[in-house]
C-alpha cells in the first residue's frame, strides 16, 4: 500500500517545506508516503490558463496508474471532520488500492482529472494558498492515522 501526494507547484516557501516535511515524517513507514511535485504551468501576461491547466492535467495523470484511488482536494469536493477522515482513511485503506490525493494548480485542475478522481475531498470552503494546503493536508493525513491507531495526538 503505498499514499502518495501528486500537488503543482514546485517551489516552496520555507516554512511549508519544514512543516511538510515534519508531519510527512511521523506518517507510517508502511504507507511509503511520497510527494510528488508537478511544476506549475506558464502564468501571467499573456499567458492562457487553459493552456497551463492542460498542461499540468496531463503531468498529474502520467504520475496515476489506472488501479489507483484517486481523491482530489477540491474547495467543492466533501467537507469532513477528522474523525470521519480517520474511518474514511481505514476505508481507503482496507481496499488494498495505492492511495492517491491531488491538489491541483491556482486554477485547479483539469476536467480529465476531475473526472479521473474516485472522490473529491475539501479541508475548507476557505480559499487557502497552496503550501498551506499541502501541510494542512499532511497534518490531517497524520491525525487521522493517530486516531484510528488511539494516539493521544487528537484530542476531542
Known amino acids: ?29 508502511q504507507w511509503r508516503f511520497r510527494l510528488h511535485s508537478i511544476p506549475a504551468g506558464r502564468r501571467g501576461k499573456g499567458a492562457n490558463p487553459a493552456s497551463a491547466i492542460e498542461s499540468e492535467g496531463r503531468k498529474i495523470l502520467a504520475r496515476i496508474n489506472p488501479a489507483d484511488f484517486v481523491v482530489n482536494l477540491d474547495e467543492r469536493g466533501k467537507e469532513m471532520s477528522s474523525t470521519a477522515l480517520s ?10 488500492r495505492d492511495l492517491i490525493f491531488v491538489i491541483g494548480g491556482p486554477d485547479g485542475v483539469s476536467n480529465d482529472c476531475l473526472q479521473r478522481a474516485d472522490y473529491r475531498w475539501s479541508l475548507s470552503k476557505l480559499t487557502l494558498p497552496h503550501g498551506l494546503v499541502r501541510v494542512m493536508f499532511v497534518e490531517q493525513l497524520y491525525r487521522a492515522w493517530s486516531i484510528d491507531e488511539g494516539h493521544p495526538y487528537h484530542r476531542e
Not at 2 to 27: K, M
Not at 87 to 96: E, I, K, S
Open 1 to 29: 500500500m503505498h499514499i502518495r501526494l501528486i500537488a503543482v507547484g514546485d517551489r516552496q516557501p520555507s516554512w511549508v517545506v519544514t512543516a511538510f516535511d515534519n508531519y510527512a515524517g511521523r506518517l507510517p513507514r
Open 87 to 96: 474511518l474514511q482513511l481505514c476505508d481507503w485503506l482496507a481496499a488494498g
